[in-house]
């Protein structure tokens, strides 16, 4: 994955992320995820802004004074006056989002740097789509540390390779400037070593040597870009001085000497890994497995050079996370027949039967392969992904008894919820579902805690106050994240945090995100 993918990830997010809506009247159902529109951007329009972002005063009467709305003394940010402005980074901008560009103005930079960095795997698709926006939106950091920009990039590149976006982090390490950054340098380099294009820093590193102090990244570049003597003499200075682990020093001995270890018996798995011993490994011929890894390492796996089987696991790992285009897995699914049997090559075959029964466009045939299919999809986590890729085409069969029941369930996962919920009936086993797609819930509530604190958030929504006074004063980056750390907290189970959660993503104009988490918590069976 190069040049072309990247590009296609820009052309993804630049037409998918989710925009904020005004109020908590419902937005147009779109596809929530950066990756959703690959194929099929949508138009780039002027969003309008939220609420709390719109600062416009009212217009004054011709002969009255101007006069203050509230006694609420206005933030006032300062600079010298020979200080640049601050820069906007990311990949996304304002006309996409809605999010107004001092999306972090407001928070102190250390504690923007802690709420990315320790926020949990959110679970829920809905979720990690909003993550996406907030983390790729084009936006400046907190003034105040002259590095504050590139901390604050820093920090949104790590998460997104921790979620296994790592196209988009790429995109936006040349966006902000990595080659010319030491804080940014040493994350580019990872990033480029897991799709393998490290032959580009290591290009910038000759050039410019003081972007990092990694002893062993700077004798693989020199390496690399075929200076053997440097490299040769970085080596022995980082034996002699120890600045290396032996299992390092080792792995890189066999990389520059290859010939002295033809016979000698393979390197043992370091229980640290790091992106450029990955890629060390397979280097020296030891290309390791990258299951056991975390989830950024997966995205080597989706190069041609892997196989059929490493693919598919590669990319149902990354799509459950919403770090790859739904397309692209129908696309290694359906790829060509299976040869074996077993769970992946099930669903593999499960998934192309179900494909073939939409072409014919026999109500028989497709009732017969969805159940099958779904269960198979049930079975991945993939719910969401195949609800996206497939409604369009199954919207339009008329079915019966256990296939309508999960082509209604797939309607509802997938962008076209509301206009799915308006056939629904308003009996009382889908009243709810039926209230929340539609943002209008109705009849008694629920007994089961969850359910019911979804059905107060829409009945009479309870945001935390402390989320919203954080977005008014110039926070929303930092309520925002906050919100989706409760939400991940509500949907494994506390009612309160869920109640409070959805409320605070409804009073921010966030009512999209807000109706497909709900109906992704009612509908998908996720045990913490």
């Not at 590139?150 to 997104?160: E, S, Y």
């Not at 590193?205 to 700077?218: C, I």
């Not at 028989?364 to 993939?382: C, S, V, Y």
């Not at 954080?470 to 939400?487: F, H, N, V, Y």
């Amino acid at each position: 994955m190069g040049k072309r993918v990247r590009h296609l990830w820009r052309t993804a997010v630049l037409g998918a992320v989710l925009p904020m809506a005004i109020g908590a009247h419902a937005q147009t159902a779109a596809p929530l995820s950066v990756i959703d529109w690959l194929d099929n951007p949508a138009p780039q329009t002027q969003l309008p802004r939220a609420p709390i972002q719109q600062r416009t005063a009212k217009p004054h009467a011709r002969d009255e004074p101007a006069v203050a709305a509230t006694g609420t003394a206005p933030v006032v940010t300062t600079r010298p006056l020979d200080a640049q402005a601050p820069r906007n980074v990311g990949i996304v901008p304002m006309a996409v989002t809605g999010m107004q560009p001092d999306l972090w103005q407001g928070s102190e930079i250390t504690t923007l740097l802690r709420q990315i960095r320790t926020l949990p795997d959110l679970e829920l698709p809905a979720a990690n789509a909003l993550l996406f926006t907030v983390l790729l939106a084009e936006a400046a950091a907190p003034a105040g540390d002259p590095d504050a920009q590139d901390k604050l990039t820093r920090a949104r590149m790590d998460k997104l390779m921790q979620l296994g976006a790592v196209d988009p982090a790429l995109a936006l390490a040349e966006q902000a400037g990595a080659d010319r950054s030491p804080v940014l340098f040493d994350a580019w380099m990872a990033l480029s070593l897991l799709v393998g294009t490290e032959d580009t820093p290591c290009e910038v590193l000759s050039r410019t040597p003081y972007l990092t102090q990694q002893t062993d990244t700077q004798i693989f570049c020199a390496a690399r870009n075929g200076d053997w003597d440097t490299a040769a003499l970085t080596f022995g200075t980082a034996q002699a001085l120890k600045l290396l682990p032996r299992d390092k020093l080792a792995l890189l001995d066999r990389f520059l000497n290859p010939d002295l270890f033809e016979d000698a018996a393979p390197l043992p798995v370091p229980r640290h890994m790091d992106p450029l011993t990955f890629r060390l490994f397979e280097t020296i011929g030891e290309a390791l497995p990258t299951g056991p890894l975390p989830r950024a390492y997966a995205v080597a796996d989706l190069r041609d050079v892997a196989g059929w089987k490493s693919q598919l696991e590669a990319a149902e790992r990354l799509t459950s996370a919403g770090a790859l285009p739904d397309n692209r897995l129908l696309g290694l699914y359906t790829n060509r027949k299976p040869a074996a049997s077993g769970r992946i090559w099930d669903r593999v075959r499960a998934v192309q039967r179900f494909d073939i029964a939409l072409d014919t466009g026999s109500a028989e045939a497709i009732a017969k392969t969805l159940p099958p299919a779904w269960q198979q999809i049930r079975d991945g986590a993939l719910e969401v992904s195949f609800a996206s890729v497939f409604q369009e085409r199954l919207a339009p069969v008329s079915l019966t008894g256990r296939a309508a029941r999960i082509q209604q369930t797939i309607g509802l996962l997938s962008p076209d919820y509301e206009a799915v919920a308006l056939n629904l009936s308003e009996d009382a086993s889908s009243r709810l579902l039926r209230g929340v797609a539609l943002g209008e819930v109705t009849g008694p509530p629920p007994s089961d805690a969850l359910p019911r604190a979804i059905y107060d958030a829409f009945a009479s929504p309870a945001p935390n106050a402390e989320w919203v006074k954080m977005a008014k004063s110039g926070r929303l980056g930092e309520a925002l994240l906050a919100t989706l750390d409760g939400l991940r907290d509500g949907a494994r189970g506390d009612s309160r945090a869920l109640r409070e959660a959805l409320g605070t993503l409804r009073a921010l104009g966030l009512e999209d995100t807000a109706r497909r988490a709900s109906l992704q918590i009612l509908l998908l069976e996720r045990t913490p």
